[in-house]
């Protein structure tokens, strides 16, 4: 990593107020030029729910400044009732976000400082938001960066996958909103007399998301709101859209460079649920700032860059490795296609084989070795050797392979099957199998069979009834090599990844009428094009924040299996960071729990649970909030407990308690 000390324009930061067309006002942060009230330059926008006051200020310190540096407005936002600003936060991508989103988009561009050209930017939420304040087209909005984002909010988000509940997101991003939202803001920001008002006006407004989300078990209007993907034509801001082969998000950089109208470039890389400049696991590392430099400078600022002469798509392509929970640098290429779905990809299909027919009935502990569903560069983030995931499921595997075969895209299933319950779900994995019997795992996909014909709706299972079903796996670049096989792993199970239905159930699947789908591209394709290449990563010198490493450090991820009751336990710690001291004072502690239990042979004895706490204290201020959340499952119904204990000072300040059911539709 390399610091940049100095830039061309000398920059200053300053806190405002941005107020929104009901009279609410929005806590902004803005570094800028100091002569941009004589030479304006255009705004970029980050927009975020995660505190710019403590949270993400050692992230905003990498990015914002050097922005700022190389001639732009660079402004974070707290979203309403987050952080510093006022109001209260309803839900996530609500209709009340975007239009305030809107209204920061035109102040900015109003400002005596801006040129009136704004470009927004972010990764995961800030990303998300991005791509639906494009849709809505306010006028200085021309280009956006999208990183680590989702184009559809029900099929490519934290809360179903392929019309299944995630069981091991739905309820631990639940729990971590629930903390989040009840965060306080900073009497440094909002003054001594006014913090304690505003934060019991956020505790009193809380509701567990998780209440929301499990209401809408199909894909109905809650989730078609803020989905760019129901009409990617209402976007005409120029997209750079970013993703990670390691991040479950990837998906909408394939989507956003097949449909968008407007233009658009698009950019996978190895990376995890992260920026891909800040070094963390899976690298390489590119100069990703500079790379968004060329995009805001062609799109801002009308200076040929060169930026869209660039491939529609470049993608990593990974070379094998021996599977591994972290790799600081994947192997692999860069290639570039000038059009998506691309000529050098041709999909080759192989049947799964077999003569009769053969029964899946997976032990419902499959998918303890799923890994992290999103990974954040952790030592324990992406998934073990699969053999033993390998075990409790039905595998076919390849001869092996007499030459390299490179895939790129999304792979595809054909299963010809019958369920023996009305309810049911069917995971595939495909592995790359090594000569001495390790598995790799390359990429994955589920399906519930209730969403087989769309995911609006919930159509039963007959069982004794033959159908074919085909489902899409997640994207991915990947090389196996000659002499490896390639493996096909059914199962019906996949906890806690995915919610088990309320009966014990199996699969027949008739291989002989099956097959996997691969998009294979041509090894040789694009031999005359010029390497694709970057800078090295490149940033504003870091803030100098100190990490206290824990006084009992506690394994990020553990596996345990109570042989006498069957149960099974996986314990997560989600590491975002821990606890922290910042240059002006303030301290900031965080510590989070995942716990997902289940016993052999019952599905409904799964339980998901999320444990919180967090505390703030600088100059006699101290607020620390306590949460809970709980989620189980009747054969009829979910069943939510939560929880929140707020306290200033060490006197309570809230003491909340929800219990809520809600009836198992599709899920």
């Not at 729990?593 to 101290?622: C, F, H, K």
Request: hydrophobic share 35%; with cysteine.
């Amino acid at each position: 990593m390399r610091y940049r000390e100095s830039f061309d324009r000398e920059v200053r930061v300053e806190d405002v107020w941005i107020p929104t067309r009901d009279g609410t006002r929005l806590h902004a942060r803005i570094w800028r030029p100091t002569d941009a009230e004589t030479a304006p330059v255009p705004a970029l926008l980050e927009y975020l729910p995660y505190r710019k006051s403590d949270w993400t200020a050692p992230r905003d310190a990498q990015r914002h400044p050097w922005y700022a540096g190389h001639g732009y407005a660079s402004v974070r936002v707290d979203l309403r009732g987050s952080g510093d600003s006022e109001g209260v936060m309803r839900d996530e991508y609500d209709e009340t976000e975007l239009a305030d989103g809107v209204d920061v988009v035109n102040w900015l561009a109003e400002q005596p400082w801006c040129t009136g050209k704004v470009g927004m930017f972010g990764i995961s939420w800030g990303g998300f938001n991005s791509l639906q304040i494009a849709a809505l087209r306010p006028e200085p909005l021309k280009a956006i960066v999208t990183v680590c984002s989702a184009d559809d909010r029900y099929d490519n988000d934290v809360h179903y996958i392929g019309g299944a509940v995630l069981g091991i997101d739905m309820l631990a991003w639940a729990g971590t909103m629930l903390a989040f939202t009840a965060r306080p803001p900073h009497p440094t920001s909002v003054g001594e007399d006014r913090w304690l008002p505003m934060w019991r006006e956020r505790l009193d407004a809380l509701e567990p998301y998780l209440h929301t989300w499990l209401a809408h078990q199909e894909r109905d209007a809650y989730w078609r709101h803020g989905s760019v993907c129901e009409d990617y034509a209402a976007i005409d801001a120029a997209v750079l859209a970013v993703g990670g082969w390691a991040d479950p998000y990837r998906d909408t950089v394939l989507r956003l460079v097949e449909h968008l109208d407007a233009p658009v470039r698009g950019l996978i890389g190895p990376w995890s649920h992260q920026y891909p400049d800040r070094g963390l696991p899976p690298g390489p590392a590119i100069g990703f700032l500079q790379e968004t430099l060329r995009w805001w400078d062609h799109w801002l600022k009308d200076t040929d860059t060169g930026v869209m002469d660039e491939p529609l798509l470049r993608a990593w392509i990974n070379d094998p490795v021996p599977p591994a929970t972290s790799y600081e640098t994947m192997p692999g290429r860069w290639v570039g296609d000038d059009a998506w779905p691309a000529p050098s990809v041709t999909w080759d299909e192989r049947p799964l084989g077999g003569d009769g027919p053969v029964i899946v009935r997976s032990p419902l502990h499959t998918g303890l070795d799923a890994g992290r569903y999103f990974p954040f560069g952790n030592a324990t983030d992406l998934p073990p050797d699969q053999r033993e995931e390998d075990g409790r499921s039905v595998c076919f595997d390849s001869a092996p392979l007499t030459e390299r075969v490179e895939i790129l895209g999304r792979p595809r299933v054909r299963l010809r099957l019958d369920s023996a319950t009305r309810r049911a779900h069917v995971i595939a994995r495909v592995c790359d199998v090594a000569p001495d019997g390790s598995s790799t795992l390359v990429t994955r996909g589920v399906l519930n069979l209730m969403s087989r014909h769309g995911r609006e709706q919930a159509v039963e299972w007959e069982p004794g009834t033959y159908e074919d079903v085909e489902f899409e796996l997640n994207g991915t670049g990947y090389a196996f090599p000659p002499g490896h096989r390639v493996r096909v792993a059914v199962s019906d199970a996949y906890w806690p990844w995915v919610w088990p239905h309320g009966e014990r159930g199996q699969l027949t699947v008739r291989p002989g009428e099956s097959a996997l789908l691969l998009p294979v591209r041509d090894p040789g394709a694009g031999a005359a094009r010029a390497p694709i290449t970057f800078e090295e990563p490149e940033q504003a010198p870091p803030l100098a924040v100190t990490v206290e490493t824990p006084a009992e450090p506690r394994p990020e991820r553990t596996v345990t299996h109570d042989v006498a009751t069957g149960e099974w336990v996986l314990d997560v710690d989600p590491n975002y960071g821990g606890s922290r001291t910042y240059p002006d004072g303030l301290r900031y502690e965080e510590s989070a729990r995942e716990t997902y239990r289940i016993r052999s042979g019952d599905p409904l004895s799964a339980v998901a649970s999320s444990r919180w706490r967090i505390r703030l204290r600088r100059d006699g201020w101290d607020a620390e909030i306590h949460t809970a959340t709980e989620l189980r499952a009747t054969a009829d119904e979910f069943i939510m407990d939560s929880s929140v204990e707020a306290r200033a000072n060490g006197e309570t300040v809230a003491n909340r308690a929800w219990q809520h059911t809600i009836p198992r539709t599709s899920a």
